[in-house]
């Protein structure tokens, strides 16, 4: 196949790969600055090909969409957040309310992927850009010198050409290998990946809102750990306007080694005595799938290269910490600045790594890598066999202690208790201390 020659005028000032939140934020950023826009999706709509297990945290759209509140579809509005830390028998819950919330400026909302991935890229479409569905790219174009100058289609007579191409094609992605933009990062992607499987239920509107203590548009929001047995990961159940969303993440690598199933680990969390009331009699409407990054940021590939950025999942931005399971604005923020960056690297004629700059030290002094760095080692304390197993057993067990009543005994002291129950759980308490430094430490 013959390479464009450096005379050829591109087709397009900038090419996206992908119609996820990244993708759609950066063809909407490039648009607006009045540059020509491919966006290129490989499902026959957007969303089509996605898998959803969270909130949307909407302080970026502030920016992106200044209006975003009145025009997004959004399920519920969280206004409750609630850490779950199980054993096979107990459930100890971190519960947080607030109507703050649930009025402007909203916190975060509950949405369905497929509506909320075509409302992003209908915004960049409205702007400007050319949205190609049903499309799937195979590999970059290159010019003689190793500059990116487009991309290979599955359509006939398919080749594009850009002066930039932004990847924004999900987990491992491909076009950042081949760019060799993974080349600095260590170990398999299997080692820091994770598979989240996820579970659709239909429950009537005014059954969710008795159970979960809901009223109109209110919403909630449960990461759940401890309840993925021998296998590194956690949970999380959330409440959308007529159904509830509930699965796991597991680490790829505790998951192949454990010769379980992903969708018994589901089933086993559904049957837990503190879940199983709240998702009784629900019907299942869908079963899910995705792959996500959760090494942050010791694994994240370069991010630019001559004519090639790289956002989002593609960049391994989804941040895995704990009680923080966040990968949309991640995403969003990542897609914004980069569009920013390829439209004036366009604009000034240089779309070199050097001319593409600007999108790294926008994402340094912005939340998506600050948040990151801060973070970088909770990812491994989190899939830790203590923070995964004995941590819950131990503040189970101590909360069981504390509050049961064992008259004609005495209440036992707090130490005592503790020292007690952390013994009987084999948790060494100078791991505990030197685990809270850590974390302690991690946010600077």
């Not at 819950?93 to 075509?118: I, M, Q």
């Not at 931005?317 to 960056?341: D, H, K, Q, T």
């Not at 604009?347 to 801060?374: I, N, P």
């Not at 952390?422 to 600077?444: E, K, M, Y």
Request: a neutral charge.
């Amino acid at each position: 196949m013959n390479q464009p020659s450096e005379c050829d005028e591109p087709a397009f000032d900038v090419i996206v790969v992908g119609a996820g939140p990244a993708g759609s934020a950066a063809a909407l950023e490039a648009a607006r600055a009045g540059k020509t826009v491919a966006m290129l999706e490989r499902g026959p709509y957007p969303g089509a090909k996605n898998v959803y297990g969270g909130v949307v945290y909407g302080r970026i759209l502030d920016e992106l969409v200044p209006d975003w509140w009145e025009r997004m579809p959004v399920q519920r509005w969280v206004t409750r957040r609630s850490t779950m830390m199980l054993t096979g028998h107990q459930a100890l819950t971190v519960d947080f309310r607030t109507e703050d919330w649930g009025r402007p400026p909203y916190n975060g909302a509950t949405a369905h992927r497929s509506e909320l991935d075509g409302w992003l890229a209908s915004l960049a479409v409205e702007a400007g850009a050319v949205l190609v569905p049903s499309t799937t790219v195979t590999g970059l174009l290159r010019a003689p010198d190793g500059t990116v100058t487009g991309v290979r289609t599955d359509r006939p007579d398919g080749d594009l050409t850009a002066r930039v191409v932004i990847a924004c094609d999900g987990v491992n992605s491909f076009l950042a290998k081949e760019a060799g933009l993974f080349a600095g990062v260590r170990g398999k992607p299997a080692d820091h990946s994770s598979l989240g499987v996820k579970e659709t239920l239909v429950l009537p509107r005014e059954v969710i809102e008795e159970r979960f203590g809901l009223s109109g548009r209110q919403g909630q929001d449960i990461e759940i750990i401890g309840c993925t047995g021998d296998i590194p990961g956690g949970g999380f159940l959330y409440t959308n306007l007529d159904s509830v969303s509930i699965g796991v993440v597991l680490s790829l690598t505790g998951l192949a080694a454990s010769g379980t199933r992903p969708e018994q680990v589901l089933a086993d969390l559904k049957a837990h005595p503190a879940v199983a009331p709240l998702i009784r009699g629900g019907q299942l409407k869908e079963y899910s799938a995705h792959l996500i990054p959760e090494g942050g940021y010791d694994t994240m590939p370069e991010l630019t290269g001559d004519g090639i950025l790289v956002a989002g999942d593609a960049a391994a931005m989804c941040l895995a910490a704990g009680i923080w399971l966040e990968g949309i604005n991640y995403a969003l923020g990542a897609g914004m600045y980069a569009g920013r960056a390829a439209a004036a690297a366009v604009t000034a004629g240089d779309t070199s790594k050097k001319g593409l700059a600007g999108y790294r030290s926008a994402l340094e002094e912005s939340f998506v890598l600050a948040d990151h760095r801060t973070l970088r080692k909770v990812p491994g304390l989190v899939f830790s066999d203590r923070v995964q197993r004995a941590y819950p057993a131990l503040v189970c067990d101590l909360a069981q202690g504390f509050f049961s009543v064992d008259n004609p005994r005495p209440k036992p002291g707090l130490r005592r208790l503790l020292l007690t129950t952390a013994r009987a759980r084999g948790v060494n308490l100078r791991h505990l201390l030197s685990d809270a430094i850590t974390g302690l430490r991690s946010f600077g």
